[in-house]
């Protein structure tokens, strides 16, 4: 078993035995009538539920470890009593994506209460009963920081007076020719919906239908395989359709109509088509009726990875993007997009002109499923990496507050971010509001609204690798 399917099955275990014990001490309180014992295991629950229920599968005091490529430039900085960050040389005007790196310390209440650091106006939380180096994202406070007038506080926390500004240039993305590759509906929007809006040259493509987990829809009288086929549908619609509160005609989004959690089976065996695990259905031409251009897996409509490699292969051709954005192979565990990204390399191999410049995105972390951490709004950390990952560079470009409502109701609108909650979840959003101060956004029950609704996206920029792919 992989550590990327190892710390999640071990988390899980570790829970059903705290479960188990919490039941028997219940059960026990009541045969034996001992009412203390009950109330024990009940406060046990409780204290479970409210600070310690995170899916967190590293030890906090742990270093976040990040390489950057030679031409990133490194400043010395040091946070003075008052809080003032203080330089030791100037930052150019190009340098817009500035990262912190500095160590955080948790206080007594920060194994509690979510560690917070105030950069100025912004907030960046981090886990609780941290210790260890971290990286602050000051991109956008780049006039303060230079004034000399740009102050970190930290809450339930404490900073080192030492630090290092790692200041990187890039050019304006929003600028390129770009093609946003998302394996299901809702991760173009999760991702980049502030950078699309603002592309006057993007294509969006979407690989899959995003048809499992459709129990949901039971509730209108479907059998499992209809409701598979109706949730299919409808994220197959948001695909093509949601991009335009964007900006983004539907004549540059195309769906291919793959079927969910079947890209990486489809990659090992690419002759064998792969069709949906739930709804019965083979055929990938069903959704593909609106896309603005004829396609080679359009042919037989099989859902094999050579028609998924050939359809992206003309879509590159048709487009040609000087930029891809795409799920990071490394850093984003989920195995479609781990297969996303592969198909897309192996579509760029041999092109007369293939992209320049990959922009990579997370949706999902194998080790913290509550990155970015905080109420949404706040800014964009960098996640955990404790295992090295390439030396990129990063982009972060900001996004208003306008652009920031304009995302949640982008996001409002998928059909799979809809899903009230369950009641165990709600009552622990109960708890943990009531005993640890957590916060969640108006606009939607989802934990996406939290997490993806930021001042901040946050990309690794990463020039295309030529090679032919690994397995």
């Not at 956008?140 to 926390?157: D, E, I, K």
């Not at 980049?192 to 209108?220: C, H, I, K, M």
């Not at 619609?237 to 079927?259: E, K, N």
């Not at 002109?353 to 970015?372: F, G, K, S, V």
Request: hydrophobic residues 40%; contains cysteine.
């Amino acid at each position: 078993m992989s550590r990327l399917q190892g710390a999640p099955h071990r988390h899980r275990q570790r829970r059903r035995l705290l479960l188990a014990v919490l039941v028997l001490l219940v059960l026990a309180a009541l045969l034996t009538g001992c009412g203390w014992g009950g109330l024990a295991a009940l406060m046990g629950w409780v204290a479970h539920e409210a600070w310690f229920a995170d899916h967190l599968f590293y030890r906090p005091d742990q270093d976040y470890g990040y390489l950057f490529p030679p031409e990133v430039r490194s400043l010395p900085a040091r946070l003075q009593a008052d809080g003032l960050l203080q330089l030791t040389g100037p930052l150019a005007a190009t340098e817009e994506t500035l990262l912190l790196a500095i160590r955080v310390r948790a206080t007594l209440f920060g194994r509690f209460f979510d560690p917070q650091v105030r950069i100025g106006d912004d907030r960046q939380d981090f886990e609780r009963g941290v210790h260890g180096l971290r990286y602050l994202n000051l991109s956008g406070q780049q006039v303060a920081l230079m004034a000399g007038h740009l102050r970190l506080r930290g809450r339930f926390c404490r900073l080192a007076p030492q630090a290092t500004l790692y200041a990187m240039a890039n050019p304006d993305y929003h600028q390129s020719r770009l093609l946003v590759l998302a394996a299901h509906a809702d991760d173009a929007e999760l991702a980049a919906f502030g950078l699309y809006s603002q592309a006057p040259d993007v294509t969006l493509v979407t690989l899959t239908r995003g048809e499992v987990e459709a129990g949901f829809f039971r509730r209108l009288g479907l059998s499992g395989a209809a409701a598979a086929r109706l949730k299919g549908r409808l994220r197959g619609w948001d695909s093509q359709a949601i991009p335009l509160w964007g900006g983004v005609p539907q004549s540059r989004c195309l769906q291919l109509g793959y079927f969910c959690l079947q890209l990486s089976a489809m990659a090992a065996e690419p002759d064998r088509p792969f069709g949906s695990r739930e709804s019965g259905e083979h055929d990938i031409r069903p959704l593909r009726a609106h896309n603005p251009l004829p396609l080679p897996g359009d042919r037989d409509g099989q859902p094999t990875w050579h028609n998924l490699v050939a359809d992206l292969r003309a879509v590159l051709v048709h487009y040609r993007p000087d930029v891809v954005v795409m799920p990071h192979p490394e850093l984003d565990p989920h195995s479609d997009h781990q297969a996303a990204s592969r198909a897309l390399l192996e579509a760029c191999q041999g092109l007369a002109q293939p992209p320049e410049q990959l922009l990579l995105y997370a949706n999902h972390l194998q080790d913290n499923d509550r990155w970015p951490m905080g109420p949404a709004g706040g800014g964009s950390a960098l996640p955990p990496v404790l295992a090295a990952l390439p030396a990129d560079r990063l982009w972060s470009p900001l996004l208003s507050g306008a652009q920031q409502l304009d995302k949640a109701m982008a996001l409002a609108m998928q059909h799979d971010l809809q899903t009230p909650l369950p009641f165990r979840k709600r009552l622990r959003r109960i708890l943990q509001w009531l005993l640890a101060g957590r916060r969640w956004p108006r606009t939607g029950e989802d934990e996406f609204f939290r997490r993806a609704v930021r001042r901040h996206e946050l990309f690794w920029v990463r020039p295309l690798d030529r090679r032919p792919p690994g397995p």
